[in-house]
């Protein structure tokens, strides 16, 4: 079969031989961009003009599917339409803004990149990917993406769909996770760049990364604008492109997530400011998988010897969450503090405020509180104010259901 395979890709590299270079390079290109020009999917941000737009789909994008992020785009500009409104946009409401995206460093560095566009450039995104790449947040592909598709700069946005499309057309049996080998692929690239159409080219290749040339299930080769230029296709090797590294296998933490209500509010802390999901919003969580009586315990420690006893516990559904290095095991319950004298429970800085359910100071580690703050929130404050972060979407949609009836 090895022999086979290399058989067929000689006679593949024979048939584009026939062609010059040149004719390879503008044959190639053409066929791309004539494709682009017919079937170019119809994105928000896509044909705006507008660099702001450019970057924000860009950060959006990472790690993150097209058609998740084009509600979360149409919102977020029509609050934040340009570089000024995001630069003086509170973190709280941008996390908010966020939720549900995943990635929340990505809200942080957008707005700490704002502030520097503001202080250094005018309010004008800079346009050479030199100077992009002196941004928070904004790396050797994002800077490439963004100078090439909002400037017109001749870069090679080299994403995954970018060197699938291109690995297998050139048949490349590099290991792409190497800086070097992702060096040489992005040079070859660059001469296929075509004069004043470089965004639209990157694009073309990331449509057809996404849309046809696929990375699990069969690709669809009877589509493709490449696919006369393709070694692999020619080999019958399509899926062997690029070489796959062996995935390393992701951490499974065991979580019990606690949602504890108190009248029509239920509590919710932030997270510390280093590790995952760092400084957002969560209901209280202990490590491993806790039984009813060890929750009591924490509830003693934390509130009172009586709420613990008098506490309503009730089991729910178990979840799991993916992180890309991380997965959580969730077992979860709702828990009902009938008693009301916060002050006496807690010891903690007590205040009600008028605009919302009353704020308690975190104090020592008990349910890990290890942010700042500890809220009673309503259903009003989660949905409008509050960035849980996707992992506790389950209990967030019961917390709300259980809050609104």
């Given at each position: 079969?090895?022999?086979?395979?290399?058989?067929?890709?000689?006679?593949?590299?024979?048939?584009?031989?026939?062609?010059?270079?040149?004719?390879?390079?503008?044959?190639?290109?053409?066929?791309?961009?004539?494709?682009?020009?017919?079937?170019?999917?119809?994105?928000?941000?896509?044909?705006?003009?507008?660099?702001?737009?450019?970057?924000?789909?860009?950060?959006?994008?990472?790690?993150?599917?097209?058609?998740?992020?084009?509600?979360?785009?149409?919102?977020?500009?029509?609050?934040?339409?340009?570089?000024?409104?995001?630069?003086?946009?509170?973190?709280?409401?941008?996390?908010?803004?966020?939720?549900?995206?995943?990635?929340?460093?990505?809200?942080?560095?957008?707005?700490?990149?704002?502030?520097?566009?503001?202080?250094?450039?005018?309010?004008?995104?800079?346009?050479?990917?030199?100077?992009?790449?002196?941004?928070?947040?904004?790396?050797?592909?994002t800077a490439a993406a963004i100078a090439a598709i909002a400037f017109g700069q001749p870069e090679v946005a080299l994403d995954g769909n970018l060197i699938r499309v291109f690995s297998r057309i050139w048949a490349r049996e590099e290991d792409f996770s190497r800086q070097a080998a992702k060096n040489e692929?992005?040079?070859?690239?660059?001469?296929?760049l075509p004069e004043n159409r470089a965004g639209d080219f990157n694009q073309a290749v990331m449509d057809i990364g996404a849309l046809i040339c696929l990375p699990n299930g069969r690709p669809l080769c009877g589509e493709c604008p490449a696919a006369h230029f393709c070694r692999a296709k020619a080999a019958g090797e399509v899926m062997r492109y690029p070489l796959k590294k062996e995935k390393k296998s992701r951490k499974?933490?065991?979580?019990?997530?606690?949602?504890?209500?108190?009248?029509?509010?239920?509590?919710?802390c932030r997270r510390g400011n280093k590790g995952v999901l760092a400084g957002l919003w969560e209901f209280p969580g202990l490590s491993g998988h806790c039984s009813q009586e060890e929750i009591r315990e924490q509830l003693a420690e934390e509130f009172s010897v009586l709420a613990a006893v008098t506490a309503e516990i009730e089991a729910l559904p178990p979840a799991r969450h993916i992180f890309s290095h991380l997965e959580w095991d969730m077992t979860a319950y709702w828990i009902y503090l009938p008693e009301p004298d916060l002050v006496a429970e807690t010891g903690g800085d007590y205040h009600a405020s008028a605009d919302g359910p009353a704020v308690i100071a975190a104090a020592g580690q008990s349910f890990e509180l290890t942010g700042q703050a500890a809220v009673w929130a309503d259903s009003r404050m989660i949905r409008q104010e509050l960035s849980l972060p996707s992992a506790f979407k389950p209990y967030q949609q019961e917390a709300l259901k259980r809050l609104d009836g």
């Open positions: 079969m090895v022999l086979e395979a290399k058989v067929k890709r000689r006679k593949a590299d024979k048939r584009t031989k026939k062609m010059t270079g040149k004719e390879q390079e503008q044959d190639l290109t053409a066929a791309i961009l004539t494709h682009y020009d017919r079937h170019k999917r119809k994105l928000p941000w896509r044909d705006t003009g507008n660099p702001y737009y450019i970057w924000l789909s860009e950060i959006m994008l990472q790690q993150t599917r097209v058609e998740a992020v084009k509600d979360y785009f149409t919102r977020f500009v029509a609050e934040l339409p340009d570089i000024k409104a995001l630069a003086a946009c509170e973190e709280d409401r941008l996390l908010k803004l966020w939720e549900g995206l995943g990635y929340y460093s990505r809200a942080r560095n957008l707005k700490k990149a704002a502030g520097q566009i503001m202080a250094e450039y005018n309010g004008r995104l800079p346009e050479t990917k030199a100077e992009l790449l002196q941004l928070a947040g904004i790396g050797e592909y692929l992005r040079a070859r690239i660059s001469v296929y499974i933490e065991a979580r019990t997530i606690l949602i504890i209500q108190r009248g029509e509010a239920v509590r919710l």
